[in-house]
């Protein structure tokens, strides 16, 4: 597949960013951990979606990271 990696603060786990991110803002991402990205948070989002869609899930995620960092 075709991914990107985003780095999020380290406020919380890449795991809880992921959640919150499903729960609170309906952007499905996978954490970095999945990917054996040991340190640092990081977000696993996947390039093979819709222009439009990833556009809206990229919004989704940088809003809800700006309101909790």
């Known amino acids: 597949g075709w991914y990107a990696i985003v780095r999020v603060p380290e406020t919380r786990s890449d795991e809880e960013w992921s959640i919150d991110l ?8 996978q954490p970095g951990y999945f990917f054996d990205m040991g340190r640092g948070a990081y977000l696993v989002v996947s390039l093979l979606t819709p222009e439009a869609t990833f556009a809206e899930g990229m919004k ?4 809800l990271v700006a309101e909790r960092s």
């Open 22 to 29: 499903v729960e609170h803002a309906g952007v499905h991402v």
């Open 60 to 63: 989704r995620l940088a809003a």
